[in-house]
């Protein structure tokens, strides 16, 4: 007995020193992220400071964090590693869709420097369970390397709203895990763990004025979407513009079966699948032969993941039932684009401005995606004193098509070399009117 106690013992022991050598290397793979990011706001280009959490991940030096924190509005990036010291980074990649963002420490200040730093490994989120210990680790308001304590809450929480910040959408294909652990300003970024240190989500978000309630995106979701980013700096994702609604409560109306299906909310206009004839009511059944459950909302992004991950410009069959019939529609996929386009300043008109993207123009219907939005107009500037001011969307400037940011950003340059006065047509609330720029 005396023999079996102390094996017991010996392997609980090797067990428990484990657990703290994988959590003190994850420790120490947790960095403070400080961003200056450039912003088009009030007709002037402005910038401004953040700080952000983000960790560590392969031996080269490539760090996981939010795409909140990281942006391609960044101008300055660095981090402040385990030792104090601070090094130079650059953006790989950024998807708002998951709210993630690869960045590259600099390898070759490290090694001039005689810097050195360790990283840390992903775990499974499949297999969280509800009550498990975790642990958030990061920079909350700035105070560098802070662990918090708390369980998994929900390992499949659900956002109906998925607009994130800045108006981009964020989380239509990936649902959440909840926590306890405090997760304060400045823990975006930062890594969600288990005890023995393994990545388990990378935490995205809190309720502002509530307690204990904190949000991460699954590592399961996190390491795909770093993978990509890696390799194209980008994620391309296909739409096809159904608007997906849970089915619970649904089915009686239907004549369904439970588990059975999705409910087509509504269908964008001037979609691919508007354009196949499907309509809001309708049921999808399946994709490309493939059943779907979408009974409960937690089930939806999965089904819309399915969806995305599919190529660009591909045929996909979607069996969907309207009524008592059934019926087969093929659609062809598109390129996915958020609302939010790409935005620039013309700051000696004083106008901050947004290309108009194929989302928004559906969104608010307009005839087609030319032209670019006011964002924001600086007080006493040729565009203020014209009269154009937030919403309005210019489609032509000396009668040229404004068709991306490019033609506009040349024509301001021009106006720039050589200031005179300028023709501008633009939308408001859907009536067209003229305006003049002048020097």
Do not use: C
């Amino acid at each position: 007995m005396l023999k079996v106690f102390v094996t017991g013992l010996l392997l609980t022991v090797s067990a428990s020193a484990a657990m703290t050598r994988g959590f003190n290397q994850l420790f120490d793979a947790v960095v403070r992220i400080d961003v200056r990011e450039v912003a088009f706001e009030d007709g002037a280009k402005r910038l401004s400071a953040s700080i952000g959490s983000g960790v560590i991940l392969t031996k080269d030096g490539l760090i996981l964090t939010n795409a909140h924190v990281a942006s391609p509005r960044a101008v300055e990036l660095s981090v402040t590693l385990a030792s104090l010291e601070r090094v130079s980074a650059r953006l790989v990649g950024w998807d708002h869709w998951t709210d993630l963002a690869v960045l590259q420490i600099d390898l070759a200040e490290v090694k001039r420097r005689g810097l050195k730093f360790t990283h840390a490994e992903f775990g499974n989120s499949d297999d969280l369970f509800v009550g498990q210990t975790v642990y958030a680790v990061g920079t909350p308001f700035g105070l560098t390397r802070t662990a918090t304590r708390g369980i998994i809450s929900n390992n499949r929480r659900y956002f109906e709203d998925n607009r994130g910040v800045n108006g981009y959408e964020t989380g239509s294909f990936n649902t959440w895990l909840q926590t306890d652990a405090a997760i304060n300003p400045g823990n975006s970024g930062g890594p969600l763990v288990t005890e023995d240190g393994k990545v388990i989500g990378i935490s995205s978000r809190g309720y502002l004025g509530a307690n204990n309630l904190g949000f991460a995106i699954p590592a399961s979701t996190a390491r795909r979407v770093m993978d990509g980013l890696v390799r194209d700096g980008t994620i391309t994702r296909s739409y096809i513009g159904l608007v997906p609604r849970a089915l619970q409560d649904f089915e009686n109306f239907y004549s369904l079966a439970l588990n059975t299906g999705m409910l087509v909310n509504n269908v964008d206009r001037g979609s691919p699948a508007d354009r196949a004839g499907l309509r809001g009511g309708d049921i999808l059944l399946a994709v490309n032969g493939v059943k779907v459950d979408g009974r409960f909302p937690e089930q939806l992004p999965p089904i819309q993941n399915m969806i995305a991950s599919m190529p660009v410009g591909s045929p996909v069959k979607l069996s969907v039932k309207r009524g008592a019939q059934a019926a087969d529609y093929t659609v062809v996929t598109e390129k996915l684009e958020s609302r939010v386009g790409e935005e620039w300043v013309l700051e000696k008109w004083g106008l901050s401005v947004r290309k108009v993207t194929r989302t928004y123009a559906r969104d608010n219907q307009l005839d087609d995606a030319n032209g670019v939005l006011v964002i924001g107009v600086q007080p006493g500037f040729p565009a203020d004193v014209a009269g154009l001011s937030r919403g309005d969307i210019i489609t032509k400037i000396n009668r040229q098509a404004i068709t991306n940011l490019a033609t506009i950003q040349a024509l301001h340059t021009a106006y720039v070399a050589k200031p005179a006065p300028v023709l501008v047509e633009a939308q408001r609330n859907r009536e067209v009117s003229l305006y003049v720029l002048k020097p």
